[in-house]
């Protein structure tokens, strides 16, 4: 008889120390205490629910109502998954442009080599080919736009609650209401696309998603037909005309414009990419001006985050020069008219290049009518070479001049 008190007392007291265990009170990053559950849910402890769970009681109130930075941690990881879909649609498509234009680079080396082909037929290949190569880079431009969003997009997760507030405030797409998503109508474009890469069928296939994701929500929405380009996020309009100077130079009283500085070109080696995540190791900068008596100067501003640049690179030496080829397969020579040692900037670390290159009117004609491929500038330490992503630089800029 006493040892089945006993057990009896021995099942109560582990069935109580069990319970103890099973939930806990601890505190989240914000300082706030929380119960954790064994089922891995949670709740915000107040006072009464505090004792309650210090004594093993489940408080089995109806479901809390989400706190705003719950919500917002909630529409951070909604835009993160946009973005790496975004992300990944670019890639594909970069590929396939990519494919396109080895294929038709196969067809013609075959054809320049052939005797069947008569020069009005290579001449259309090559044309293929240059409209081919314009795609491709447009392909890369928008999928390197797209990683450097997502992985903005992504940092949202880890923020701290008031600096995800802050920074969800770039993003006025999407709205919180009541705990949904208040813009569910733009959910079928948060994926980038870049639809001059895309097939006939590709472009049925996302209108037939877009219909079926409007349906889905229980929006009444008519399409019309894509048309790739009226798409502005690819075929954007050309840029408004800026001026930063209309007037007369003071050193040489000679009439004088200068365009609004346009960024030119970023650069990060593949080695670095992992250190400098959302920005760039060279970023540069540049713009055209005009002196009456038709001289025209291209200005670059080369920007290197190292402090050790000038070490690593040199100066840019007067004389030294600038490659640009164009993607008609032209290539530009311009010439530096004065050394630049650099300029360092002990607040951030970087240094920074200024240099001015003299363009001919033969050369003004070149950088005219092609778009921008790359460009190769000699440094006093060497040359290196870098990828233009803002392809119609020079047309942009000179129609500001005229």
């Known amino acids: 008889m006493k040892s089945g008190h006993l057990y009896l007392l021995l099942s109560i007291f582990f069935f109580t120390f069990q319970v103890g265990i099973a939930q806990q009170i601890t505190t989240n990053e914000d300082g706030r205490k929380i119960i954790v559950y064994p089922d891995g849910s949670w709740e915000y402890a107040d006072e009464e629910k505090g004792k309650n769970a210090a004594q093993g009681k489940r408080t089995d109130s109806p479901e809390p109502q989400k706190s ?5 941690l909630e529409l951070a990881i909604r835009i993160a998954e ?12 970069e590929e396939d442009a990519k494919y396109a234009r080895l294929l038709i680079e196969d067809e013609l080396r075959d054809a320049e080599d052939s005797d069947d082909y008569f020069d009005d037929e290579i001449k259309e290949m090559k044309e293929q080919l240059k409209e081919a190569k314009k795609k491709e880079k447009k392909a890369k431009a928008a999928r390197k736009m797209a990683s450097k969003k997502a992985k903005e997009a992504n940092n949202l997760i880890t923020m701290g609650n008031a600096e995800r507030s802050k920074a969800l405030k770039k993003y006025p797409e999407y709205q919180l209401s009541e705990g949904e998503y208040a813009k569910e109508e733009t959910a079928i474009s948060e994926v980038s696309m870049f639809p001059e890469a895309k097939t006939e069928a590709a472009v049925e296939e996302f209108e037939e998603q877009a219909a079926y994701k409007m349906q889905d929500h229980g929006l009444k929405k008519t399409f019309a037909k894509y048309d790739p380009d009226k798409d502005v996020k690819f075929n954007p309009p050309r840029k408004k005309c800026e001026l930063s100077f209309n007037g007369t130079d003071e050193f040489s009283g000679k009439k004088r414009k200068d365009v609004a500085k346009q960024l030119f070109f970023t650069y990060t080696n593949e080695e670095l990419r992992s250190v400098f995540r959302d920005r760039d190791y060279m970023y540069c900068t540049g713009y055209l001006s005009s002196l009456s008596g ?20 040199g100066v840019l030496e007067k004389g030294g020069t600038i490659n640009i080829k164009l993607l008609n397969g032209e290539n530009v020579r311009l ?12 607040l951030d670390g970087t240094v920074t290049y200024r240099a001015q290159y003299l363009i001919s009117s033969g050369d003004e004609k070149k950088l005219k009518k092609s778009e921008v491929d790359k460009v190769r500038i000699i440094w006093s330490s060497g040359y290196e070479d870098y990828e233009i992503y803002e392809l119609d630089f020079f047309m942009d800029q000179f129609k500001c001049l005229e």
């Open 335 to 346: 010439v530096n008219n004065k050394t630049n040692m650099g300029t360092q900037n002990p």
């Open 82 to 93: 946009d973005a790496a879909a975004a992300e990944a649609e670019t890639i594909r498509l």
């Open 68 to 72: 705003q930075d719950d919500l917002e």
């Open 294 to 313: 038709g001289l025209t100067f291209l200005t670059l501003n080369i920007t290197i985050a190292s402090k050790t640049a000038q070490r690593e690179y």
